[in-house]
C-alpha cells in the first residue's frame, strides 16, 4: 500500500547537535511539507517543497533545514540553532491540485 | 486576527449526545475546507471535507456558510471512539504549481463519556 513513512518514531537529542528526521513517500505526490505540533497548539509549517530540487521557507522556518533530491524524499534537519526543538514532527504531501494532504505518522523529538 | 479559530474545549459528552463544533477563518479568498480528526498523540487524518452545499457523512453532518466565513461539524449519536481532536482546515494559499498550503485550526478535544 501507499503512504508516507516517517523515521524514526521517537528521537532524543542533546544541546548542541543537528539530528535528521527521515520522510519518505510512494504516492507519487508532487508537494512536500513539514510541520511542528507543539502540546495544545496547532501545526506550524516549517518547510514545503512543490517540486525536486525547489523548496520554500514556511512560518517557523529558522534553526531548520530541508533538501529535496529526489521526488521520494524530503528530509527535515534540525540544527543546533533552533532553540526548543521539542515537539512533534509531521510530513505530509499532497499531488498537484488535490486539496488534502496525506499525513506521515509523526516523529518525536525529545532534547535530553 | 487568527487564521482559522475554533472553540477553545474541551468537550465531554455522554454517549449517545449530539455535539457541534465551530470554527471561523480569516481569509475570504478561501477554497477549500476539511475537518481532521486527530487521535492522541498519532497523526491528523481527513474526516470529511466540507462542501458549499453542507454535506453529511453517516453520524457527521459539516456545514459551510461563506458570507460568514464560518464551517461547523455535528456530530450524532457520540460514540466512545469519537474521542479526539478535531481540526478544522482551510486551504487559501496557493503555494505555485498548482498546489495548495492548509491552514490548520488548534483544534477542539472531545471526549465521549460512558
Known amino acids: 500500500d501507499g503512504g508516507i513513512t516517517q523515521s524514526p518514531k521517537y528521537l532524543f537529542r542533546k544541546e548542541g547537535q543537528n539530528v535528521t528526521l527521515s520522510c519518505e513517500q510512494n504516492?507519487?505526490?508532487?508537494?512536500m511539507y513539514w510541520y511542528r505540533q507543539d502540546p495544545g497548539q496547532g501545526l506550524r509549517l516549517i518547510y514545503y517543497s512543490q517540486i525536486v530540487n525547489d523548496f520554500q521557507k514556511g512560518d517557523i522556518a529558522e534553526g531548520y533545514s530541508v533538501s529535496r533530491e529526489k521526488k521520494e524524499s524530503f528530509p527535515l534537519t534540525v540544527t543546533s540553532a533552533q532553540k526548543n526543538p521539542t515537539a512533534f514532527y509531521l510530513c505530509?504531501?499532497?499531488?498537484?491540485?488535490?486539496?488534502?494532504?496525506?499525513f506521515g505518522s509523526g516523529t518525536r523529538l525529545t532534547v535530553v | 486576527r487568527k487564521e482559522v479559530e475554533q472553540d477553545p474545549g474541551p468537550f465531554n459528552v455522554p454517549e449517545g449526545a449530539t455535539v457541534a463544533f465551530n470554527c471561523t477563518y480569516s481569509n475570504s479568498a478561501s477554497q477549500s475546507f476539511f475537518w481532521y480528526r486527530q487521535d492522541c498523540r498519532k497523526e491528523p487524518k481527513l474526516l470529511m471535507s466540507v462542501y458549499s452545499s453542507g454535506n453529511e457523512d453517516g453520524r457527521f453532518t459539516a456545514q459551510l456558510n461563506r458570507a460568514s466565513q464560518y464551517i461547523s461539524l455535528l456530530i450524532r449519536d457520540s460514540k466512545l471512539s469519537d474521542s479526539a481532536t478535531y481540526l478544522c482546515?482551510?486551504?487559501?494559499?496557493?503555494?505555485?504549481?498548482?498546489?495548495?498550503?492548509?491552514?490548520f485550526g488548534k483544534g477542539t478535544k472531545l471526549s465521549v463519556i460512558p
Open positions: 505530509a504531501s499532497t499531488k498537484g491540485r488535490a486539496r488534502y494532504y496525506t
Open positions: 504516492l507519487n505526490h508532487d508537494a
Open positions: 482546515v482551510v486551504n487559501g494559499i496557493e503555494a505555485g504549481a498548482g498546489s495548495y498550503q492548509l491552514t
